[in-house]
């Protein structure tokens, strides 16, 4: 797997790998190729909380298990990098994203673009790998627009973006307009309580209807 180090969106872009004559597609990892709130729902059992997923948020479905407080955000954000060291190899792959990839990688530049501490690379890359996704794959920080924007600009054929976060899909809106952009949540106990604008954002509910609908707006 091709790995590259942010230092800029701008020198990210440059560096990964994409084919100027065929369309792309950069696609998010949690919630979209990986199971991230089971596995760190898995991942805080160990440590004496568990997950009561009744909002769309992370730390705040998190509470303590003997005395249901709930759990204080810093605890959360150690809990978090926690996990990209010693948890983020134990997540679940999203059905049908593997083959779903591999088949529109035949007429595709795929981008793996993750928004994750810089610590939990390997185990990310490792994962992605495991699980047949091995493509070029940039680890993030912030809002996607801007390096969306500089990667769909290094190639002629149309661009998609795949993301679980509408402030990720609404930056490229933003930055990228002509970039097309497709929304999933994986966790169906998350989807009712998720932000979306269906409108701007084509959804899909797993890869089943995701991959026809990138075919039909990426390769027509």
């Given at each position: 797997?091709?790995?590259?180090?942010?230092?800029?969106?701008?020198?990210?872009?440059?560096?990964?790998?994409?084919?100027?004559k065929r369309p792309l597609l950069i696609?998010?990892?949690?919630?979209?190729?990986?199971?991230?709130?089971?596995?760190?729902?898995r991942f805080v059992g160990r440590h004496g909380y568990e997950m009561r997923i009744d909002k769309f948020a992370l730390f705040q479905n998190?509470?303590?298990?003997?005395?249901?407080?709930?759990?204080?955000?810093?605890?959360?954000?150690?809990?978090?990098d926690d996990f990209f060291l010693h948890g983020a190899d134990d997540l679940d792959p999203v059905d049908g994203a593997a083959a779903a990839l591999e088949?529109?990688?035949?007429?595709?530049?795929?981008?793996?673009?993750?928004?994750?501490?810089?610590?939990?690379?390997?185990?990310?890359?490792?994962?992605?790998t495991f699980h047949g996704m091995d493509y070029p794959m940039i680890i993030n920080s912030g809002l996607k627009g801007p390096i969306v924007r500089d990667l769909a600009a290094r190639t002629s054929g149309k661009a998609g973006f795949i993301d679980d976060l509408l402030p990720n899909l609404e930056s490229v809106a933003e930055d990228a307009p002509d970039v097309l952009r497709f929304q999933m949540i994986?966790?169906?106990?998350?989807?009712?309580?998720?932000?979306?604008?269906p409108d701007r954002h084509h959804w899909a509910d797993d890869w089943a209807e995701?991959?026809?609908?990138?075919?039909?707006?990426?390769l027509d």
């Amino acid at each position: 797997m091709t790995q590259l180090h942010i230092l800029s969106p701008a020198e990210a872009a440059r560096a990964v790998p994409v084919d100027p004559k065929r369309p792309l597609l950069i696609v998010d990892v949690d919630e979209v190729l990986a199971h991230f709130m089971q596995g760190f729902e898995r991942f805080v059992g160990r440590h004496g909380y568990e997950m009561r997923i009744d909002k769309f948020a992370l730390f705040q479905n998190v509470y303590h298990a003997d005395t249901g407080a709930p759990l204080d955000m810093t605890r959360g954000k150690q809990l978090f990098d926690d996990f990209f060291l010693h948890g983020a190899d134990d997540l679940d792959p999203v059905d049908g994203a593997a083959a779903a990839l591999e088949a529109l990688s035949l007429e595709m530049s795929i981008i793996i673009l993750t928004n994750a501490p810089d610590h939990g690379r390997d185990a990310r890359s490792g994962w992605l790998t495991f699980h047949g996704m091995d493509y070029p794959m940039i680890i993030n920080s912030g809002l996607k627009g801007p390096i969306v924007r500089d990667l769909a600009a290094r190639t002629s054929g149309k661009a998609g973006f795949i993301d679980d976060l509408l402030p990720n899909l609404e930056s490229v809106a933003e930055d990228a307009p002509d970039v097309l952009r497709f929304q999933m949540i994986a966790d169906e106990r998350l989807r009712p309580f998720a932000p979306t604008v269906p409108d701007r954002h084509h959804w899909a509910d797993d890869w089943a209807e995701m991959e026809p609908a990138i075919r039909r707006r990426l390769l027509d």
